[in-house]
């Protein structure tokens, strides 16, 4: 049986981490293990920035955006022998497993090490929700009412001044909080790397919004990475009835308070982890399907195709 487990944040940052690290700290506190906080993702492993935690080192963390252990990218633990330093400090600590919460560049770093004798838990934690074996990851619903808050203030602007806001929110190269928010907020416009950016056919509805639907405003939601939004704010003024104005969320989406959602699952999906380090399993990943905690071996987990999002899109076809 285990008796010391490590966790550690990496890659982006994501509201719902710090849950996350409180559950699999006092979950595993009171079924008698030691808990290890490892600083700063895997690069603090390498380095040993690992201090034990303690329920006072977790305790008003619930409600706290970021990570409280820190994040920080290290491409280079791809190499075997960086991962084998990583593990030397695991050992010298007594460490025999780690929590390891972040995106997949995560996971396969949780995969490599549980391969190296480590056995390791992955949690979904990234605002893009682009883990595919799993319906939501912590921190996507908190970064949702983020951006359907800052667009409903940009709604209020762009109906007094006869504006399109072309908005560009986060994501990679997933789509769902362009589409979710889209929905939510009542856009007009709703732009993906499913849906494709066809430029004249955006700016030829945009003009079909304002003549024929007569609209006193226009609201485009798009996924970063397609185009350049300033510029095609631009092409707007010129070519439509509106003034055109681009607005980049950016990293705002990433911080704040987590809502409730975000706190319940980083909790559930952190118990789940420790449950699974106490059997002697490692090489799984936490994810909610149909509102049940499940794991899926990670390599199965990075391998499974995107679940389709037509009836969403289908949806807000028939909404606008």
Known sequence: MVKRIGILTSGGDS?????????????????????????????????????????????????????????????????????????????????EAVVVIGGDGSYRGALSLTEMGINCIGLPGTIDNDITCTDYTIGFQTALETVVECVDKLRDTSNSHHRCSIVEVMGNRCGDLALWSGIACGAEIVVTSDTGFDEQDVLDRLRDIDIIKKKKHAIVVISEKITDVDQFAKKVSLNTGFSGRATVLGHIQRGGSPCPFDRLLASQMGEKAVDLLMQGIGGQCISIRDNKIISYPIEEALSMPQESRKPLMNLFDRLV
């Open 15 to 95: 509201p719902g981490m710090n849950a996350a690290i409180r559950a699999v700290t006092r979950v595993g506190l009171n079924s008698g293990l030691e808990v290890f906080g490892i600083y700063n993702g895997y690069k603090g492993m390498v380095e040993g920035y690992i201090e034990p935690l303690t329920r006072e080192t977790v305790g008003d963390i619930v409600n706290r955006g970021g990570t409280i252990l820190g994040s920080a990218r290290l491409p280079e633990f791809k190499d075997i022998e960086v991962r084998k330093k990583a593990i030397a400090q695991l050992k010298k600590r007594g460490i």
